[in-house]
Nanobody
Framework: QVRLVESGGGSVQAGGSLRLSCAAS????????MAWFRQAPGKDREGVAL????????YIPDSAEGRFTISQDSVKNTVYLQIASLKPEDTGMYYC????????????????????WGQGTQVTVSS
């Protein structure tokens, strides 16, 4: 069982930056990918960043390209999401998730592919 705990959210002004952290209770050898999802008020949860924890390859969707960066510290069992140039539309709950399964380009952000989820950390961006 992998437990995920997010932190680093808060209230910031537009144009600012944040670094979110996701600490895993263990980097289980079975975990293959970790991802960050965002859920804005009244909207579906959407994936914003993905990392292959075994080889470090990352994927950022076009909608987040240039402002979102995902990274990991394997020693600390932690994955980070750096968000630059924050916009009010970035407001939402940010969740960390992990999967022990494989992902295809089509399924990389399908919610049911992820075995483990954190409780989320709130990000609020004011204009």
């Amino acid at each position: 069982q992998v437990r995920l705990v997010e932190s680093g959210g808060g209230s910031v002004q537009a144009g600012g930056s944040l670094r979110l952290s996701c600490a895993a209770s263990e980097y289980s050898s079975s975990v293959r990918y970790m991802a960050w999802f965002r859920q804005a008020p009244g909207k579906d949860r959407e994936g914003v960043a993905l990392i292959n924890t075994r080889i470090g390859h990352t994927y950022i969707p076009d909608s987040a390209e240039g402002r979102f960066t995902i990274s990991q510290d394997s020693v600390k069992n932690t994955v980070y999401l750096q968000i630059a140039s924050l916009k009010p539309e970035d407001t939402g709950m940010y969740y960390c998730a992990a999967t022990t399964g494989s992902l295809s380009p089509e399924s990389r952000f399908e919610l049911q592919k992820y075995n483990y989820w954190g409780q989320g950390t709130q990000v609020t961006v004011s204009s």
